[in-house]
């Protein structure tokens, strides 16, 4: 059986979006269109809370979104961002050579070293600012949404899209923002020097504004953060959120 005939089979079989298969011995990924939208509960919370990280997706139909996502990879390429190769395209998915697995599976890690946590942080800063510094965004630039495979920080997950009129900037410290965030999911035993990182994306892109627009941004949730030092409400919150408003404390102080 060819390439084409096996991956036609192997995506009837099975109704996830995603699925792994093995051809070969070589492992590939088999991605089904899917469209991409946000919920009216979605756009109502920013339309209360109209803060970056919410900012509601364009909304584009299974094909639509297949279509921007196999174009972007391939556009990534010729900016040098590391995206995995699409072997494989129809009308109804599209298939990748596997990449490795997320960066977020290793950064969480209880058992992580400092050495090895900022590696991981320095290459995805490095990655996101390649993007950034050819006048783009990546959409979804949590630690989840790039893989690490043999020393190299792949690019994974760019369906999503925004309204022509959103300003390229405001995309751009969204993106960064998402990935401060991610990074407060870290099970690590230490504590993360976010002004190292903050200044390191800056240096890699002279994004300079963006420190400022972080401060503004912590500012803005400037009560909710008190809320949650109060004991009884602390008590009450995960270790993750706990976590984001240690960073936004952090931000307030810059």
Known sequence: MNFEDFVIEENSKNSSE?????????????????ATFSSKLHKFYYSLFPFEVLLPVKNKT???????????IEKFKEYGVNTPQVVFKNEDFFVLEDCGKTVNSYIRKRDITKEKMYYFIDNLLIELSKIHNNN???????ARNFTYYEGKIFTIDLEDSFEDNIDLKLLQFRD????LLSFTKTRASFQLDYRYIIDKYISLTNNNDFKNRLIKLANKISFLIFLSDIKLINKLLGRDVKSFFKLFKLLKNL
């Open 176 to 179: 960064f923002l998402l990935l």
């Open 62 to 72: 299974a094909k639509e979104a297949m279509t921007f996502e196999t174009l972007k």
């Open 18 to 34: 995603i699925i792994p298969i093995i051809f070969k011995d070589k492992k590939y990924w088999i991605k089904k269109a899917r």
């Open 136 to 142: 783009d965004f990546h959409g979804g630039a949590q």
